[in-house]
């Protein structure tokens, strides 16, 4: 079996920064190479693509603590691991499902400091259970956004 390199050119975005060769001729260019010897063009470049958000998850849980194990203990490491996996899959869908704009494009360091450490209170009354947001916190629009996203998910059939 052969290596194949695909190349393909596309026109940046207005706004785009481009480096000299491409400035040079008003192209961009991406590369990759592959040794699968069946499938059309498309189907190994979205192939390649999908990969490459793969890639980007992956590094979203390095970022999120599986960069590091907080022991030399096997079990300890594969708690951490599986607690680590779950909070990098949760991060994800909410991106997806409930996110829109700068926040469902952003980094797992920017989520943390922008939703999930906002300073809010957990208070009861009426038999039942809120969490009261704090006005100031420049995200609180973003994060009502989201929950309500959530709550307009339909239970599973």
Request: net charge positive; glycine share 6%; charged share 25%.
């Amino acid at each position: 079996a052969g290596m194949r390199v695909i190349l393909r050119r596309e026109r940046p975005h207005p706004g785009a920064q481009l480096s000299l060769f491409e400035a040079h001729d008003g192209w961009r260019y991406q590369a990759f190479a592959t040794n699968t010897t069946s499938g059309t063009l498309q189907f190994l470049e979205t192939r390649h693509r999908a990969h490459a958000r793969v890639e980007d998850r992956i590094r979203h849980a390095k970022d999120s603590g599986l960069g590091r194990f907080p022991s030399r203990e096997f079990s300890i490491n594969q708690t951490w691991l599986l607690l680590t996996m779950i909070a990098a899959d949760l991060v994800a869908w909410l991106t997806m499902l409930a996110l829109d704009g700068d926040l469902a494009k952003a980094e797992p360091k920017a989520l943390r400091y922008r939703l999930l450490h906002v300073p809010a209170r957990l208070v009861h009354g009426g038999r039942r259970r809120r969490l009261r947001l704090p006005k100031t916190w420049p995200w609180v629009e973003h994060l009502v956004a989201a929950f309500a996203r959530i709550a307009a998910i339909p239970p599973p059939a």
